[in-house]
């Protein structure tokens, strides 16, 4: 039977509990044991596919196709194990399941209540499609204390009454602060974090406390004292360099140790920290330095592109050199400024997007890649951007566009059915924008003797999908007569997968999302490739 770890959090959002569940399956899986991660997200929405990346940073896509919370990102990057979408729900899909069933008649004629009916759904879905797992991680997302998340905390609750307390182990993030007018740290906050918890009916089992200062242990003695937390599993986690520390950190800490401790299990071997340590000397030691540029609309908001920094810090990992991101906002990226601006960037990156918004300064960023022989990737709508910019600047075509942000002008870009069918042009629909997208996992057949190819060192190859506008294939003989080679297309030839430029160092766009795919210890090709191509220009 498989054991439940509930990792609560207090005081304040954003404490880091995906990337203490993420570091925590690590070091369980490398003592022997099969982990699963998943999160239970308290907002309405129904997944985070329609929300601004201001409001809810990155989101994360898996193969199956499910839009998700960008911690499942942290969990595959540091567990290698692929979430699906029965790995995230949120309150907003609970309760339209409750009610969907409560339309058909399911619950015949009862009152439809949170308890039990909202609390039994979530119970559902915390133990649904498990089967050989040692360990299943449940990350709740917000804060006790939140209204929201009132029902999930419930469930929990209950689910470990039900399995039985022995299976069940709750875990609580909390912030200690310290305050440099006073130079003290309080535990206060984590005190009252737990006594909140508490009146919920969940006693922590262990603490971890956040703090950007090591916690003396009178001060973790007084968290042990008024939590009613054994002093040993009161777990000090302080602010790292980086976050590949994060299990190295943990497992000084001791936190598998008292994790399996809880259990009564005995460790199947040793954690292996080596290759944690191995790329956290390299991130933090390494002299080599190279400055790629990433120009998008959400560059202020870090989250926006989490997946997308990781993937860039990983193939920096694989060349032994460090990546410096430097954001532009390409809503303020005017076209006098693009030279400036990019004269010491060795490699310039478009990322995936949606909308008008920014689409110009993109395109003369791209221009000025292609004309000066600067690395270029561009990832999904960056890919499309560079079509744009190509088929205007060098096909002639001066009014290509996307029917996303132009209905006039010529589609070269554009939905699947607004295509010619039958000779006839076939108006798209765009008004349902949730789950109408190509999302998930799709193949992809690489040309031979392309740049592609040698970087994937493979004919079929599957990646990540998040879009609902394709290029249209009817050009791809104009553009291969004039140098911007189609070397990648799906197996039935009839959608664009990747470009690439001929008589250029490095120049690939992508319509999918390899960055999804990135881990530190396996970093994603594309981007070892991109960055060693950047490294090497001159």
């Not at 709740?140 to 998340?149: C, H, K």
């Not at 929990?156 to 709750?170: H, M, P, T």
């Not at 132009?406 to 589609?411: F, L, S």
């Amino acid at each position: 039977m498989a054991r439940y770890i509930f990792v609560t959090g207090g005081v304040v959002s954003s404490l880091g509990k995906g990337l203490s569940s993420a570091s925590l399956a690590y070091l369980l899986q490398s003592r022997g044991y099969k982990v699963r991660l998943r999160k239970l997200d308290p907002y309405l929405n129904v997944d985070p596919g329609t929300m601004s990346p201001f409001q809810h940073g990155e989101v994360f896509v898996t193969d199956d196709g499910a839009e998700t919370d960008l911690d499942l990102g942290h969990y595959e990057r540091f567990s290698g194990v692929t979430a699906k979408k029965t790995d995230n729900i949120t309150t907003g899909k609970i309760y339209s399941d409750v009610l969907r069933k409560e339309r058909k008649g399911e619950y015949l004629g009862k009152t439809v209540q949170v308890i039990p009916h909202i609390t039994d759904r979530i119970k559902e879905f915390i133990k649904f499609d498990t089967s050989k797992e040692d360990f299943i991680i449940c990350e709740i997302g917000g804060i006790v204390g939140d209204i929201e998340s009132l029902p999930f905390v419930e469930a929990i609750r209950q689910f470990s009454n039900d399995i039985g307390k022995k299976n069940a182990l709750f875990i609580h993030l909390t912030l200690v602060p310290y305050l440099k007018a006073s130079d003290e740290i309080k535990t206060k906050p984590t005190q009252h974090s737990v006594k909140e918890l508490r009146s919920i009916g969940i006693q922590p089992d262990i603490i971890i406390c956040r703090s950007e200062r090591p916690i003396p242990l009178e001060h973790r003695k007084k968290i042990s004292l008024f939590c009613n937390v054994d002093i040993k599993n009161v777990i000090e986690t302080v602010d790292v360099k980086t976050i590949y520390e994060a299990p190295i950190s943990f497992a000084r800490e001791k936190l598998d140790v008292q994790v399996l401790d809880y259990f009564k299990i005995k460790s199947k071997k040793s954690n292996n920290l080596n290759p944690w340590k191995k790329i956290t000397k390299i991130t933090l030691n390494t002299k080599k330095q190279v400055n790629i540029a990433i120009i998008g609309k959400y560059v202020e908001l870090k989250d926006a592109y989490k997946s997308l920094d990781e993937a860039l810090t990983h193939g920096g990992i694989t060349n032994n050199l460090k990546v410096n991101l430097v954001r532009i906002d390409s809503e303020k990226l005017k076209v006098s400024e693009i030279r400036n601006k990019l004269k010491n960037v060795s490699g310039i990156l478009i990322p995936g997007g949606f909308g008008k918004r920014g689409t110009e300064g993109k395109i003369e960023a791209i221009k000025h890649a292609r004309v000066n022989k600067i690395p270029f990737l561009g990832i999904c709508y960056g890919m499309q951007m560079a079509i744009i910019e190509f088929a205007r600047n060098k096909l002639k075509i001066k009014k290509a566009t996307s029917s996303e942000f132009d209905k006039g002008g010529v589609h070269i870009i554009g939905l699947m059915n607004e295509w010619e069918k039958s000779g006839k042009k076939v108006k798209g629909t765009d008004k349902n924008l949730g789950g109408t997208m190509r999302l998930g996992s799709y193949d992809a057949i690489l040309k031979d003797k392309s740049k592609i190819r040698d970087i994937y060192k493979s004919r079929l190859i599957k990646e990540r999908h998040r879009h609902r506008y394709e290029v249209d294939i009817s050009y791809k003989e104009k553009f291969e007569k004039n140098g911007l080679v189609f070397s990648g297309l799906s197996p039935d030839n009839k959608l664009p997968e990747i470009i690439e430029l001929k008589n250029h160092p490095w120049f690939i766009g992508v319509q999918f999302h390899p960055e999804f795919k990135s881990r530190p210890l396996s970093p994603h090709p594309l981007f070892s490739s991109f960055i060693k191509a950047a490294k090497n220009h001159k």
